[in-house]
């Protein structure tokens, strides 16, 4: 800003901290001891709290992953069938339901899930074990 | 954090396009705003605080601000249900006695007479009612043939509960239409004012449109329901013994299935009902009395062709194609019973 | 809502399980225990749900283990103490109670297949059991068959 008299810099305080102080506190109500209340002692925790959240978003992708496998697994083993064969059989089928949605059938929908695996066990046996898989978008 | 940067302060540009397009774009002033100033902190928490001081906002009905528009949200009404009522017949059946008997004493005590050109529902309440209830069961019966008439009653006693029409009217946008004397409208006022849309539907547009309405939003609440849940079978062991003696089989008898963790807090059973070497239902629960209920459950659902995996009831196209007998009457839960069994 | 109420307690339901390790190698058969312990052979498996299930493991003196690891295994277990000693292997040969044996709902499967010792064989089969040569009248046959303890 441009002050053209001295008595107007002296004057001006700059910006209310109290709006910036609201914000942080917003954000550690939750935490414990001073880092709740004060802004100075709480800037960093605020600060580590808002890289780990930054971080768990990435990491809660893989994990979301690595769970869909594992009911997968439990679910195709009810069966007698281990996860690679019943994606491999439902791939070759020509199912396209991705693990999200293939574990939640075999939580929530255990019949359903078993028709599925009978569906690849068949397939399975059927195609010859050396033939490729379909491919979506042929050219 | 602060609101600082760039605000268009005319409002030139916003709201006349017409402006803007004939070259006047010229007058649009663009100014800087830096931060909130330092009074800003006083001013809001004065607000807040007033704002706690006076309470929460009362609830007012939609018709109390100015916009409002009774006509055209009534045609609107009538439009979304994409059915043609006539206008005057909707206003009936929207209009509650309660309301026309305020209007009268508001009239009085402004001296302008007691003559308000309103009909009331009652009429129109009545004749929804009969309809609706004739509808429902008949429905029922045409989709349940096996269940008895108990459990269709049960059913559409639930269908027609005055929590579940209220709850339809106010998911079909009636509760800012209905005129009545109290606000918000009760659970009764809104389910009277549903059967009498009904019933003016049928007084308009004849009997079939009525009943795909009917099907369209009340017996559609039964979908993804367990009809267990609306219909307590008391002693199901009995009952399955009797159904069976009517069939003609072999005597029942419970079989344990599988179970795990006996000797814990936490064991479980499975029991099968077996008739004549037949499986006909099975059941678990954590003890064996429980589990033997639960398959004798599970047998009745089979019997009464109410299981949890059957077909879907036909709505939409196929509901609209039944040709439904309004005079069948299934069989009573006592025909099936012994003589011992009903004392 | 009775429905509801039992197929919860169904599918949440703490089953027991028996585990015969005869013959086993503990090593591999830890993987396939380990699986019914934290209950990652259900559908309804996450890290935070306690759907784990018990499992008796019977027959552990029987195990089967490679070369000399009977007498030199050890279980890494540091308590940072001065005499701290890794702990050697140990089985328990004592018999599983009857009120726990009542529990059982299931049996895994055995990681390995057990093998049949040639004394399990009886002398007809043996005798059946097609020779490419006779022995010579005067050679010693080595012994076949479990050792006796040295006294």
């Excluded at chain 1, 709740?36 to 893989?62: D, F, H, P, Q, W």
């Excluded at chain 3, 540091?78 to 140990?90: A, N, R, V, Y």
């Amino acid at each position: 800003m441009v002050f053209l008299t001295l008595f107007n810099l002296a004057r001006n305080r700059g910006p209310d901290k109290y709006w910036r102080v609201q914000q942080q506190l917003r954000m550690s109500w939750h935490f414990r001891t001073r880092t709740r209340t004060c802004y100075r002692i709480g800037m960093n925790v605020v600060n580590k709290a808002l890289m780990y959240s930054y971080n768990g978003r990435k990491l809660k992708k893989e994990q979301m992953k690595y769970l869909w496998n594992t009911r997968i697994e439990a679910g195709a083993g009810e069966h007698g069938l281990t996860r690679r064969e019943l994606l491999e059989g439902l791939a070759r089928s020509d199912i396209l339901l991705d693990k999200k949605v293939l574990s939640e059938l075999a939580v929530y929908e255990p019949r359903t899930f078993q028709s599925l695996t009978e569906i690849a066990k068949k397939t399975m046996s059927d195609t010859r074990v050396g033939k490729p898989l379909n491919v979506l978008y042929e050219k | 954090m602060a609101q600082s940067g760039y605000r268009i302060l005319s409002c030139f540009y916003k709201t006349n396009s017409r402006l803007l397009n004939s070259g006047f774009t010229d007058h649009v002033f663009v100014t800087q705003v830096r931060g909130r100033k330092r009074w800003h902190r006083s001013l809001y928490k004065a607000f807040y605080w007033r704002r706690i001081e006076q309470g929460p906002e009362p609830e007012r009905p939609r018709s109390a601000w100015i916009n409002w528009n009774y006509d055209a949200e009534i045609f609107a009404l009538g439009q979304r249900l994409k059915e043609d009522f006539t206008e005057t017949t909707l206003k009936r059946a929207l209009t509650h006695s309660s309301y026309i008997q305020k209007e009268k004493v508001l009239r009085k005590d402004l001296e302008m007479g007691d003559e308000v050109h309103l009909e009331d529902n009652c009429e129109l309440v009545k004749k929804g009612e009969e309809f609706t209830n004739d509808y429902v069961k008949a429905y029922l019966r045409h989709s349940f043939p096996a269940l008895p008439e108990e459990g269709i009653c049960s059913i559409s006693e639930y269908l027609q509960s005055d929590e579940m029409l209220a709850e339809i009217g106010r998911n079909i946008g009636i509760k800012d239409l209905i005129l009545c004397a109290e606000f918000p409208p009760s659970t009764a006022t809104l389910s009277q004012s549903l059967k009498a849309m009904i019933g003016g539907l049928v007084q308009d547009q004849g009997s079939h449109t009525a009943e795909h309405f009917v099907q369209d939003f009340i017996i559609t609440m039964m979908v993804g329901k367990d009809v267990m849940e609306m219909w307590e079978i008391v002693n199901p062991m009995g009952v399955l013994q009797s159904v069976i003696q009517k069939q003609q089989h072999g005597d029942i008898e419970s079989r344990l299935l599988y179970e795990t963790g006996a000797n814990t807090v936490l064991a479980t059973y499975m029991v099968g009902v077996y008739s004549d070497k037949k499986l006909l239902g099975k059941g678990y629960g954590e003890t064996l009395s429980i589990a033997e209920e639960m398959a004798a459950r599970d047998a009745l659902r089979k019997f009464f062709g109410i299981t949890l995996n059957q077909e879907p009831l036909p709505f939409n196209e196929d509901g609209h194609r039944l040709e439904i007998d309004h005079r069948k009457i299934n069989a009573s839960i006592k025909d099936y019973l012994t003589p011992s069994q009903l004392q | 809502m009775a429905h509801h109420r039992v197929q919860q307690w169904a599918t949440f339901a703490r089953q027991w399980w028996v585990y015969d390790a005869t013959w086993q190698c503990p090593f591999r058969s830890a993987p396939a225990i380990i699986k019914h312990l934290q209950g990652k052979h259900k559908p309804i498996y996450h890290p935070t749900n306690d759907c784990g299930d018990h499992v008796v493991v019977i027959n552990s003196k029987h195990i089967a283990m490679e070369g000399d690891l009977w007498r030199t295994f050890k279980y890494s277990h540091h308590t940072g103490g001065k005499d701290s000693e890794d702990p050697d292997l140990e089985t328990f040969s004592e018999n599983v109670p009857d009120e726990i044996l009542k529990n059982l709902s299931g049996q895994i499967q055995q990681v390995m297949t057990v093998p049949k010792g040639i004394h399990e064989y009886t002398e007809e089969e043996k005798a059946e059991f097609p020779a490419l040569f006779d022995w010579p009248q005067d050679h010693i046959m080595m012994r076949s068959g479990p050792s006796k303890p040295k006294q």
